[in-house]
């Protein structure tokens, strides 16, 4: 049970990031388009962009832990 615990609480930091996507994502197509339809779909486009990015990121930054 413990494993499972310290295992969860690893993905707690990453909380922050879930409303920053969304306003950045949100905001950002607003500024690109007028009507809802097409702003929640280029938000969600961009949202999924940030989220690869950041995976990108963080694959990138666990290559060099390992060896270092």
Do not use: C, K, N
């Not at 929640?40 to 990108?56: P, Q, S, T």
């Amino acid at each position: 049970m413990d494993t499972l615990v310290l295992a969860v609480l690893g993905i707690e930091d990453l909380w922050f990031a879930v409303p920053l996507i969304i306003t950045v994502s949100l905001v950002y197509a607003a500024t690109r388009h007028e009507f809802m339809g097409e702003i929640l779909g280029h938000a969600l486009r961009i949202g999924v962009w940030i989220v690869g990015f950041m995976a990108a990121v963080f694959a990138v930054l666990q290559v060099i832990a390992w060896f270092v």
